[in-house]
């Protein structure tokens, strides 16, 4: 399976990926988690992506596509891979699209979670993640059982330096220009498919297989 996971700030894609990863035994690979690996580690790569992230606004594509491109290349990917946060605008969509076309590596589904916006700005804000493991929990939502840490390691929760309000607000924004085009590109496509991610992670994961599973 070849997925692609869209949706807002705080929809629930980093969350869903890991559950749908493992379903179908493929790599989640995370753009935002991999350029914030790279600026956690100090690579070129990281320092030029960087002064994007910090402001909230998109890493160029030229970058993204030549690394994300690199990615699928690996032999973890020969069965599938789920992508959460790639393709981000339509030059990325397209550039991917032909990549796979020339390279026989078709998309089988790109899942959209959609969530109304009151939600998404508290999903944000109250997102916290263990920098150990990866889990994320949500102070109003999901709160892990001892305030501040995580229930699998106990190491102490992080709040991502992107998540504050005015860099929601930047990131929505980039969100709406940029990222919800590609909607009607994939359904022109005819691989979309839209899931409420109002509910549970649970509940939501449901949908998500149900869909998949067509
Ligand atoms: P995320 O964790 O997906 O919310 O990504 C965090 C930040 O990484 C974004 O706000 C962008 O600055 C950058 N980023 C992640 N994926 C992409 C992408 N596909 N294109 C451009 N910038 C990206």
Known sequence: MRIILLGPPGAGKGTQAKAIAGHYGIPHISTGDLFRENVGQGTPLGLKAKA???????????????????????????NGFLLDGFPRTIPQAEAFWKYCSENDCQLNAAVNLEVPLDLIVSRVSGRRSCPSCGTVYNVYTNPPKTEGHCDKDGTELIQRSDDTEDTVKTRLEVYEKETAPLITYYRSKNILDTIDAVGTPAEVEKRIFAALDK
């Open 52 to 78: 994007y992230m910090d402001k909230g606004e998109l890493v160029p594509d030229s970058l993204v596509i030549a690394f994300v491109e690199d990615r699928v290349q690996r032999p973890d990917c020969d």
